[in-house]
């Protein structure tokens, strides 16, 4: 049986709350019954960045890293096939410039099992994070590159963050909330930069991009997308943008490439 050659995502992974808006939940879920089915997911998530680059063990809990939201989402499970093979197969693949630490302990967070509850919700699909161990654009991408063979295996490489996220400067808190202007200009120069395929510019952010630093004071949001380019087969090629708009004022705008 041939394997269909996977896509590679950058998502926005929102927050707790998420698992219960119906739009933005509705998308993803549409989103994943759209893709070929993987046979295992490899996701680098925002909330997990280590050096040297790490793997999730296991059969481990998940990582409940956040605070303040109602107590049923530090009660969530997604518990997955073993996904060893594919950490040993991701270890394979990176040079003696990448060395790889494979964690006993820790489990997925929530910048992974969130979105992927709403994909994939029968949990049914080995999950794999790795962690992010630099923001540098190049360096990102050249760890996507050594892992755009996967995509050939059956493997969906997602790079999870948000397109925006300022958290700091957000002044009201509801889903519906309008948009700052840091956000809707951050917002459509990266929307305009992805459908050029212009890799440069997106890398050269921090001058080039409008709305910041309020739209990143941290920037583990937004690197995350230079791993999904670096897994593009051909990475300045204009990939497809899934969902936009906004979430609490934040960009959800999300990334598929072939």
């Given at each position: 049986m041939t394997t269909s050659r996977m896509p590679a995502?950058?998502?926005?992974?929102?927050a707790p709350p998420l698992l219960d808006d119906p739009i933005w939940s509705g998308q993803l879920a549409a989103w994943a019954g759209d893709l070929p089915r993987p046979k295992a997911i490899l996701i680098v998530s925002a909330?997990?960045?280590?050096?040297?680059?790490?793997?999730?063990?296991?059969?481990?809990?998940?990582?409940?890293?956040?605070?303040?939201?109602a107590p049923k989402y530090y009660q969530e499970t997604y518990e997955t096939p073993d996904a060893t093979a594919l950490a040993q197969r991701v270890a394979a693949l990176m040079p003696d410039t990448e060395p790889v630490h494979q964690h006993a302990s820790?489990?997925?967070?929530?910048?992974?099992?969130?979105?992927?509850?709403?994909?994939?919700?029968?949990?049914?699909?080995?999950v794999l994070q790795m962690s992010m161990p630099t923001h540098d654009p190049a360096r990102l991408m050249a760890i996507g590159e050594r892992l755009r063979p996967l995509r050939d295996e059956g493997v969906l490489i997602i790079g999870s963050g948000?397109?925006?996220?300022?958290?700091?400067?957000?002044?009201?808190?509801?889903?519906?909330?309008a948009a700052p202007g840091w956000s809707k200009d951050f917002d459509a120069w990266a929307g305009?930069?992805?459908?050029?395929?212009?890799?440069?510019?997106?890398?050269?952010?921090?001058?080039?991009?409008?709305?910041?630093?309020?739209?990143?004071?941290?920037?583990?949001?937004?690197?995350?997308?230079?791993?999904?380019?670096?897994?593009?087969?051909?990475?300045?090629?204009?990939?497809?943008?899934?969902?936009?708009?906004?979430?609490?004022?934040?960009?959800?705008?999300?990334?598929?490439?072939?």
């Open positions: 995502l950058y998502i926005g992974h929102g909330h997990w960045e280590s050096a040297p680059l790490s793997l999730t063990a296991s059969g481990v809990p998940l990582v409940y890293d956040f605070g303040g939201f820790r489990g997925l967070d929530h910048g992974a099992w969130v979105p992927l509850k709403l994909m994939y919700p029968d949990a049914d699909i080995p948000f397109l925006t996220h300022g958290l700091p400067f957000l002044k009201e808190f509801r889903i519906d909330a305009e930069a992805l459908a050029r395929g212009d890799v440069d510019t997106l890398a050269d952010y921090r001058s080039k991009a409008p709305g910041m630093p309020y739209a990143h004071p941290t920037v583990e949001h937004y690197t995350p997308l230079f791993v999904t380019l670096g897994a593009a087969t051909t990475p300045d090629e204009p990939g497809i943008q899934v969902v936009d708009g906004f979430w609490m004022g934040l960009s959800k705008r999300s990334l598929q490439v072939a």
